[in-house]
């Protein structure tokens, strides 16, 4: 019995560069239809109530299993990835951020993306971050601008030592309230003033996400936020999850058997414990392996990212593909 699932994840798919945020990292469409090509030719992709049947032990994976997930619910999921996929007959799992269906903003995760995408050179943007540490030192006892670059400015496999600086500066190290100040003036001075105009371009409609789930994708969790949900108590967790399944039940979401998609794969028993009893069965997170059914943890199954896979449809498989038959 086949045990193993490559889980794939994506977030921006699109063409960019017929915009005005070409510099946004994505991939782009015609990347992606190769891709597809690929994994048709290399593995069978599985749907996510495959997955679920498996998880349960009512059915089993066939050999070479893949997933198809894509993350926080953008506009180029519907208008650009599912055409795609019903042409290849072939399904997806997706994953909005509850508030992006219900209050017109934009998820400070995103503000960072197209500030960042707004600006060519990032020593701007620390530039500006460094302002914005000065002008609230005092307020929130912060550490120096030279003591916060030396220990998160560090080049991970996909961005400069100054982009991780940025993003772990303004998703995670100063304080929420802080953060979220900085985000929206850094937003509205690069970017734009006019944030809900912007969110409807961005993100999924619940109209969207209704014809998708008749068309035959799955929809999940991502939280209502888009939190560190491992970094919530207790109760702001459960809010977290609560209000999610509010938006996304009536769209058409099983709220007694459903997928939780971690925001920046971040969880905790805490947050586990508050999914099992609202009736989650998976939860998916960023660590990058193949998945095993029946040896990991399935509120913590392991993914792929789009870029560990080929985009070429003739390209040779690759190390990814040959751990799954060993």
């Known amino acids: 019995m086949a045990k193993q699932c490559s889980i794939v994840m994506y977030h921006y798919v699109g063409t960019p560069d017929k915009t005005r945020w070409s510099a946004i990292k994505g991939l782009h469409t015609s990347q992606f239809i190769e891709q597809l090509q690929y994994v048709k030719k290399h593995y069978n992709v599985i749907s996510a109530q495959d997955l679920l049947l498996a998880v349960e032990g009512n059915k089993e994976l066939p050999p070479r299993a893949l997933l198809l997930s894509f993350d926080d619910g953008y506009k180029d999921h519907y208008s650009t990835v599912f055409p795609i996929l019903m042409e290849n007959k072939l399904t997806g799992c997706f994953f909005p951020v509850a508030k992006t269906l219900c209050e017109r903003t934009v998820l400070d995760v995103n503000k960072i993306h197209f500030v960042l995408a ?35 400015a560090k080049p991970t496999r996909f961005d400069s030592k100054e982009v991780v600086f940025i993003k772990s500066m303004l998703q995670r190290e100063l304080p929420e309230e802080l953060r979220t100040r900085i985000i929206g003036e850094l937003f509205s001075q690069f970017v734009t003033a006019d944030e809900a105009a912007f969110s409807r371009e961005l993100y999924l409609a619940p109209p969207e996400i209704k014809e998708m789930i008749d068309g035959g994708m799955t929809f999940g969790l991502h939280g209502y936020s888009h939190s560190w949900m491992n970094t919530l108590d207790q109760t702001r967790q459960e809010r977290e999850i609560v209000d999610s399944l509010r938006v996304l039940e009536p769209l058409g979401v099983n709220p007694l058997e459903w997928i939780m998609c971690y925001p920046y794969g971040a969880n905790n028993e805490s947050l586990k414990s508050v999914l099992k009893r609202h009736h989650c069965k998976i939860g998916l997170c960023t660590e990058v392996r193949i998945a095993e059914l029946g040896k990991d943890d399935i509120f913590a199954l392991p993914r792929l990212d789009t870029n560990d896979l080929p985009k070429e449809r003739n390209a040779e498989p690759n190390s990814w593909f040959s751990a799954m038959l060993s």
């Open 118 to 152: 707004s600006v060519q050179d990032p020593n701007v943007l620390i530039e500006a971050v460094f302002h914005q540490l000065d002008r609230f030192r005092g307020d929130y006892s912060l550490g120096s601008n030279e003591s916060y670059f030396q220990r998160f």
